[in-house]
């Protein structure tokens, strides 16, 4: 099994920043997929930013130029850079990672609220 440990959440002014980090640890081999999803009250999850183990990435329209993903292999880690965050982005931010050699291959962490006060 996998284990996903969030870290990073808070409360910001908008216009501020905050770094997102989680952590992979357990059965792991290689991790194919890692990324950032969120959830707003009242609304469907979305996701944020995701980020491929060769580098691709795909964010979000709402958020392209102000957010950036990033990841550290050695450490099963994926990080989320926030810039110039608003209201709109306050949210709980969910970790996933996808490992295809292990079922089930998605795994999800525990959630981190976030919230941008105007």
């Known amino acids: 099994q996998v284990q996903l440990v969030e870290s990073g959440g808070g409360l910001v002014q908008a216009g501020g920043s905050l770094r997102l980090s989680c952590a992979a640890s357990g059965s792991i081999f290689s991790i194919n997929v890692m990324g950032w999803y969120r959830q707003a009250p009242g609304k469907q999850r979305e996701l944020v930013a995701v980020?491929?183990?060769?580098?691709?990435?795909n964010y979000a329209d709402s958020v392209k130029g102000r957010f950036i993903i990033s990841r550290d292999n050695a450490k099963n880690t994926v990080y989320l850079q926030m810039n110039s965050l608003k209201p709109e982005d306050t949210a709980v931010y969910y970790c996933?990672?996808?490992?295809?050699?292990?079922?089930?291959?998605?795994?999800w962490g525990q959630g981190t609220q976030v919230t941008v006060s105007s």
């Open positions: 980020m491929a183990s060769g580098g691709n990435t």
């Open positions: 996933k990672v996808v490992i295809w050699n292990l079922r089930p291959p998605d795994y």
